[in-house]
């Protein structure tokens, strides 16, 4: 696949290169491909900006080696093999999918390869499976849906009919969702898990849901199946008797317009959203509206906060596999979703989440916080962090 240098994407300038300047060689595995490939290209942009504005900050030098998942899990791994054994990578960083995350773990795991990861939720890979290769940039599945569950009880809701992709995440998610719910003394009437990329007509799981004495639906989707699952449910005509909430990805500022007026009034909870007030947000909203030409979403910025904590750790001396890896680990930053850590027991980020609402706005559909629900840690689950000797 491609390979860019930061001369390529013409920061050279911005660079400052010393005698002691270190080559980072990264690998950016993401689906360029398959149901998650805008996902992946929105990461990737983010993941760019985010070396061009605080690259200049490292003596260090960044290479770019990109690889496609397709959203395989077998090819994934095939895809970190290469990188590792053969191009040699100092770090990875990306995987969108719950399902490849999975399938990759034990490889970087044992490579001793650090891994950033800027999307996929996996709850094991920080909890059962944690690593201190692996450092979680993005959000667990449980973290973004647990408080919806509280919430949402708490706005009044008793009955809930849930639905989402038959995978790792859907499942996580779900269950997360649930765990709260119920401990508030909500109840899940229905539960469905749809085929995961092969679901196209949504209408039998909806007359479910219908028929179910549900107060409102509960869903994850993302990408296309997001977009064809939420333009689905307005035309069955649903939106009005049943609320739709779900976590944020339903409704992700990168498709919202692809969704239309089907979108409004959908409720989600997510750790971002562009319309978040902050002076960190307002720099990265200019910098990627400038950039690319929308307002960056929940992936964009996973990809952004990736490439400043890799800048964070090179500023910290860190040039090997080893030392890379434990750095990161401590990397904190106050950026666009907010003050963002990484909890030493589980190596996942610790943010805030925000519950927001589609709403009309003078450009477009937009996304109007309704809440912003604290930082927690989640449960460490059996993790055992071992150290990494330098
Ligand atoms: C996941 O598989 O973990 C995932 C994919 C898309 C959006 C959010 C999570």
Redesign the pocket.
């Known amino acids: 696949m491609k390979t860019t240098t930061l001369a390529a994407l013409g920061l050279a300038t911005t660079i400052a290169t010393t005698a002691t300047a270190e080559d980072i060689k990264i690998g950016l595995l993401l689906p360029y491909s398959g149901v998650?490939a805008a996902?992946g290209n929105e990461i990737d942009a983010g993941f760019a900006l985010g070396l061009e504005q605080f690259g200049g900050e490292t003596d260090a030098t960044f290479e770019i080696l990109r690889e496609d998942t397709e959203v395989k899990p077998p090819v994934a791994l095939g895809k970190a093999k290469k990188l590792i054994l053969q191009d040699e990578v100092d770090v990875i960083t990306g995987i969108?999918?719950?399902?490849v995350?999975g399938a990759v773990r034990d490889m970087v795991h044992g490579a001793g390869v650090p891994l950033i990861v800027s999307?996929?939720?996996?709850d094991e890979a920080t909890g059962a499976d944690c690593s201190p290769f692996i450092t979680r940039m993005s959000f667990s599945?449980g973290q973004v849906n647990r408080p919806m569950g509280t919430w949402m009880y708490e706005q009044g809701i008793r009955k809930v009919y849930t639905l989402a992709p038959d995978?790792?995440?859907g499942r996580q998610m779900i269950d997360a969702f649930e765990q709260t719910f119920t401990a508030a003394g909500g109840e899940i009437v229905g539960q469905d898990f749809t085929p995961f990329q092969k679901t196209q007509d949504f209408g039998p799981y909806l007359t479910q849901a219908k028929s179910s004495g549900a107060d409102a639906v509960y869903v994850f989707y993302?990408?296309g199946e997001a977009i064809s699952f939420v333009k689905q449910y307005d035309s069955f005509g649903l939106k009005a008797e049943l609320p739709l909430y779900g976590s944020g990805?339903l409704t992700s500022s990168l498709y919202v317009n692809a969704q239309g007026p089907a979108a409004e009034g959908v409720i989600a909870a997510s750790h971002y959203v562009p319309t978040i007030e902050n002076d960190a947000n307002a720099v990265f909203v200019d910098g990627f509206m400038a950039k690319i030409g929308h307002a960056p979403s929940e992936f964009a910025v996973q990809g952004y906060d990736a490439a400043r904590a890799l800048v964070e750790a090179t500023k910290a001396g860190a040039t090997d596999r080893a030392s890379l890896a434990n750095a990161l680990r401590q990397v904190t930053f106050e950026g666009p979703r907010g003050i963002l850590s990484i909890d030493p027991a589980t190596n996942n980020i610790v943010q805030p989440i925000y519950v927001y609402e589609t709403v009309a706005g003078t450009d477009g559909l937009t996304q109007k916080v309704l809440a912003q629900l604290p930082s927690e840690a989640d449960p460490a689950n059996d993790c055992v962090m071992d150290p990494v000797s330098n």
């Open positions: 998650y996902l969108v999918s719950s399902g995350l999307n996929a939720g996996n599945n995978y790792a995440a993302a990408g990805f």
